[in-house]
């Protein structure tokens, strides 16, 4: 039996699809990790506990009765205590978007598809008093997923201006839900609905565009909106993330997977001496613990990414943002606001139902430290993407056993045992299939590579190669899951405009004549008759200027 989505993916999917477009969707994700940290750690600072996930999406279409990719999705998740980021690592596209043969003028359904996507991962991994990142690197490239994509001739590759006008779009989608950040927004009246309320803001950066050449890539509103007030801004929130005032640069800047601004850091790291990371008694001002020689501030790092290679190959490269910041903390941009809500003796805190972090680290987990506060930072893994619940807490429900009256740490922290339970897909054998009881398939890491990983061994070059991948790659995707079918069809609703069904049925709309009322119709005269007003000017039949009688004075004679 196929794997059933819970009601959200499915719904705005084919509430957004056009009518009668039919997808299948096949949904990955892998059980969160430890990792390396994303952000370097300051100096006298041990590293940052880091978790891991992956989301991978891919939409296939139905040719000729088999399946057939058309494109896909990976994104990285990471979590830390005061900081949620997701990173939009891969999206790639087969060329086969076109068999669909949508109208002219339809809404691109990979848009749409990524679009909601992304917009259902911010909504769930959102924390009450925490930010949350959305980033990406919009590079111009060939292939990202799907090897020999690019000799299909019907697939539609972006230029560099173009791809980055693209994201900013989608990314715009997924602000959009949330008011724009400004100052002194924070009421500080009710503190729970403050953690859970939030404001977002989009940030871009473009190595060799300055400021008024980056606003060319905004949304059309958001060029014709002064900065104070504008959703999007030409820079980066690098120093709003709550990390404290005066720490180096290179502990502001995150290093993800194949990212250019990464490897940059890293080769910035060479010019730090021995024993750098270390605070003296005093130090000189050349030798600052963690401090770069040669780059000292954020601008004189996006002023030299513009000469590195990836920026430099003669096309536009883009570093995205989407910053969602709690209300409580839009007023402190360097402080995490977890400590604030904390009542000064949390020992004395019983409370059941929610594990103290002392009980917490007697549970024995293979795949999170016993002494990590992001024990669970997401609700009921087993579920997918799942609705939040209402932003605004009832007032019965503020009551001294409310989990919400808690600190943050003891509402993050949940039974190791519970996460990974719930996490695995729960498979249970009949006599004629396999069963998911789960929406979403939370796999082992190992396995999740592999078969994320297969994709770089097809080739989707023509249809009938691209057909044959699919096959093995959906067929390899169930035998390492257990399952005998995987997937889910969405089946679009969306009515297209009416000026789509014109264009698809070829109806020209009659047209309407337009009529000039009669004070605006002036008469022509006819030749050779003299009117009134001529004949004041002293106009005649043929053109000749006649002077009237009273114009004509006799000379005296003397």
Request: a negative charge; charged letters at 20%; glycine letters at 6%.
């Amino acid at each position: 039996m196929a794997v059933s989505f819970d009601g959200a993916l499915h719904e705005r999917l084919s509430a957004a699809l056009p009518k009668d477009l039919s997808f299948t969707i096949h949904h990955l994700c892998s059980e969160p990790i430890v990792c390396p940290e994303i952000f370097s750690p300051a100096p006298d600072h041990g590293p940052e506990e880091t978790f891991c996930e992956s989301q991978f999406l891919s939409v296939s279409i139905d040719v000729n009765g088999s399946r057939v990719q058309a494109f896909a999705l990976e994104v990285l998740i990471y979590t830390t205590e005061a900081l949620t980021t997701l990173f939009v690592s891969k999206a790639d596209s087969t060329g086969c978007l076109h068999l669909l043969k949508l109208p002219t003028g339809t809404p691109s359904p990979l848009k749409v598809t990524i679009s909601i996507f992304l917009q259902l991962l911010v909504e769930r991994k959102r924390r009450p008093g925490v930010r949350l990142v959305l980033s990406l690197f919009a590079r111009a490239q060939d292939q990202y997923l799907f090897p020999g994509s690019i000799e299909n001739s019907e697939k539609h590759v972006l230029d560099d201006r173009g791809l980055i006008k693209w994201w900013c779009q989608i990314l715009d989608g997924v602000l959009q839900a949330y008011p724009v950040e400004k100052a002194s927004v924070n009421s500080g009246g009710d503190q729970l609905f403050e953690r859970d309320r939030a404001a977002s803001r989009g940030f871009l950066r473009v190595p060799g565009c300055d400021a008024y050449e980056t606003r060319a890539f905004f949304p059309d509103y958001a060029k014709r909106q002064p900065s104070s007030t504008s959703r999007w801004l030409a820079s980066d929130p690098l120093r709003a993330l709550g990390k404290p005032p005066g720490i180096p640069e290179r502990c502001l800047i995150p290093r993800f997977p194949d990212d250019p601004k990464a490897r940059f850091v890293i080769d910035l790291d060479d010019e730090l001496p021995e024993n750098s990371l270390l605070v003296t008694e005093s130090p000189s001002k050349s030798q600052l613990p963690g401090k770069w020689r040669s780059v000292m501030s954020l601008e004189q790092f996006w002023d030299m990414m513009a000469f590195r290679q990836e920026c430099a190959a003669g096309r536009l490269v883009g570093f995205f943002w989407g910053v969602i910041t709690p209300m409580c903390l839009i007023d402190r941009p360097f402080d995490t606001g977890i400590e604030d809500d904390q009542p000064a003796e949390v020992d004395k805190v019983e409370e059941p139902s929610i594990p103290t972090p002392l009980n917490s680290q007697v549970v024995e987990g293979p795949l999170i430290l016993p002494q990590s506060p992001l024990r669970s930072f997401s609700p009921q893994p087993g579920l997918l993407l799942s609705t939040l619940p209402s932003s605004r807490p009832q007032e019965s429900d503020l009551q001294q056993d409310n989990p919400w009256s808690l600190p943050a740490e003891m509402l993050l922290i949940q039974s190791v045992d519970a996460v990974v339970a719930n996490s695995r897909p729960q498979v249970t054998q009949d006599s004629s299939s396999s069963t998911i009881a789960t929406s979403s398939l939370f796999l082992p890491e190992p396995t999740y590579t592999r078969i994320v990983s297969l994709l770089q061994e097809l080739d989707y070059a023509n249809l009938t190669l691209a057909t044959e991948s699919t096959f093995r790659w959906l067929t390899t995707a169930t035998q390492e899951m257990g399952l005998d079918n995987w997937g889910v069809t969405v089946i679009g609703r969306k009515e297209p405009p009416l000026s789509i069904l014109a264009a698809a049925t070829n109806e020209v709309p009659p047209i309407i004549p337009v009529m000039l009322s009669s004070g605006l119709l002036r008469k022509k005269k006819r030749r050779g008759t003299i009117t009134d007003s001529d004949a004041k000017e002293g106009k005649g039949t043929d053109g000749v200027a006649v002077l009237s009688a009273d114009l004509v004075r006799k000379k005296l004679k003397v």
